[in-house]
């Protein structure tokens, strides 16, 4: 175990998914954490399953697989799909979450169409591109580590930059454009921000699995605090980790995917943080709870032993009085 780990850092290409995973989880944890707070979990699913046909159109017009290509592919086919959800819950009756699952399933029936076109095309550089609906962080190249690492790291200082107001549009846009602050741009901005992080995410763990990756860090690091800030660096951390922590274990075990695996350790750290965080967690609760039972348990003895008290003092009152 220990010469197949120091095996793995010496090989350099393995160092470049596990700097490209981890930079990835970062990122996708921190932007998460907003999606997470407007209460836009799945529109991370939706957009990842509608970033498959840009990806399979910019295959298809290039003939060539290439990352950055893909991801402007993906980023205008994902802003087509929001504008989409934008036009449905505006101008009709349908609300938000069937909205999400109408542009989902279209766009994602769309991008198996086309993947099935390019599949059965003869081009024979289409071997791979499947690898996009489940994700390949094994066929992470140099260049794709330092565009995934690049676009992490602005996505991280926008988000820095514009902490105050991003704050603001999550908790109460309405406020928000009571001080003057142009929240309609701001929230457009987080939303495009957010089908980035999903664009970059695919090419580690997939179309279906990527969405988990972006809510899961945001999810846990929700158990242990209260503050956002806090909350928002433990959601890095913990997709960074998530990321580092899939990557060892696919590389050291054999025949084991990166992306499946990186989302598993993403839900055991949300899982422990479920059990475990100090205020929020279930045994933080259940020994509230018990603690409070003990109270009330001795609360009652206490009220018993004075019941008696007084009884006894008052059935020596009664005597001396007949006395």
């Known amino acids: 175990m220990i010469n197949t780990m120091v095996h793995w850092f010496a090989d350099p290409n393995m160092r470049w998914i596990l700097m490209g995973s981890l930079l990835l989880g970062l990122g996708s944890g921190v932007i998460g954490s907003f999606a997470f707070l407007r209460k836009q979990s799945l529109l991370g699913d939706a957009l990842a399953h509608a970033a498959l046909p840009g990806i399979c159109i910019a295959f298809m017009l290039s003939g060539v697989k290439s990352l950055g290509l893909f991801m402007i592919g993906a980023v205008i086919s994902g802003v087509i799909a929001t504008f989409g959800i ?16 109408i542009v989902l399933s279209l766009f994602f029936g769309i991008g198996v169409v086309l993947m099935t076109k390019i599949q059965h095309s003869g081009n024979g550089n289409q071997s791979g591109l499947d690898k996009y609906m489940f994700g390949q962080a094994a066929s992470m190249m140099l260049s794709d580590v330092y565009l995934i690492g690049s676009v992490s790291l602005v996505l991280i200082a926008v988000c820095t930059l514009l902490y105050k107001e991003f704050k603001l549009v999550s908790f109460d846009p309405g406020f928000a454009r009571g001080i003057g602050l142009k929240a309609g741009l701001l929230e457009q901005l987080l939303l495009l921000m957010t089908v980035i992080a999903v664009v970059v995410g695919i090419q580690a763990v997939g179309v279906v699995l990527v969405a988990a990756l972006l809510i899961t ?38 025949n084991l995917p990166t992306g499946p695996v990186t989302v598993l350790a993403a839900t055991a750290l949300f899982l422990a943080s479920a059990v475990f965080a100090p205020n929020r967690g279930w045994l933080a609760k259940q020994l509230r709870l018990l603690n409070r039972r003990n109270e009330m348990k001795r609360g009652f003895e206490l009220s018993a032993e004075d019941s008696r008290a007084l009884i006894s003092n008052s059935g020596h009152s009664a005597e001396r009085s007949a006395d």
């Open 86 to 101: 934008h036009v449905i819950t505006r101008y009709s009756r349908i609300k938000q979450d069937a909205a999400l699952g």
């Open 217 to 254: 860090p945001a999810v846990a690091a929700r158990y242990w605090t209260d503050a956002l800030g806090v909350m928002i660096v433990l959601a890095g951390l913990f997709g960074a980790l998530s990321g580092a922590a899939g990557t060892l274990i696919s590389g050291t075990l054999s």
